[in-house]
């Protein structure tokens, strides 16, 4: 699927803004969606952005009251600079078309859960690996049973327990783990929801 891409110029003459504003906001887009179709120039900077994925981040993330343009909800205008005057009307429409999709596309992921949100995910390791570290943490209690092994069957005796010692901190993890996930909510609320 081709994603119908616009510069930062186009979509700021479209939303009567500033192009900085619409670059901030692109910038943002970019951090939360880092897999969001972009064009960069040699430099580095914003060429050409998937207006679909842009509209979509503002309907969803932009508070409304603080919104200076209007966040647009249905398909785009026709672009303002048509390259071939005779093809703008199929042009604008077919721009629309592929926006709708593009928008479905997102809509339909979220929905069947194959976006995730960032901070929640974030959130997950941060606990996950406090957990991990609170088992693996207690590892130096082991070593005097760990000199008491080596003392009495060398090498081969360490490593027999260093094998039980490393199977009973795997089960302590995955319990502690599995105890994490089950007070874990099911389905994240929508930040807009948080918002209000």
Do not use: C
């Amino acid at each position: 699927m081709t994603d119908v891409m616009w510069s930062v110029a186009q979509i700021a003459e479209r939303d009567k803004i500033s192009k900085a504003a619409v670059s901030k906001a692109a910038k943002k887009l970019l951090e939360e969606r880092p897999d969001t179709p972009v064009q960069r120039d040699s430099q580095g900077r914003i060429m050409l952005l998937s207006l679909a994925h842009y509209d979509h981040y503002r309907q969803r993330f932009v508070n409304p009251a603080k919104a200076k343009a209007e966040i647009r909800t249905s398909e785009p205008d026709a672009p303002t600079k048509p390259e071939d005057p005779s093809s703008s009307f199929d042009e604008a429409r077919r721009q629309s078309e592929w926006l709708k999709l593009g928008r479905e596309r997102i809509r339909h992921q979220e929905e069947i859960g194959q976006l995730l949100r960032r901070d929640r995910v974030d959130q997950a390791l941060r606990t996950a690996g406090l957990e991990i570290q609170s088992v693996i943490k207690r590892l130096a209690n082991r070593a005097d049973d760990l000199a008491l092994a080596v003392s009495k069957e060398g090498v081969h005796g360490a490593r027999v327990l260093l094998r039980t010692i490393a199977f009973e901190l795997g089960n302590e993890i995955a319990d502690r783990l599995a105890k994490v996930s089950e007070t874990a909510p099911r389905l994240d609320d929508l930040i807009g929801d948080e918002v209000e």
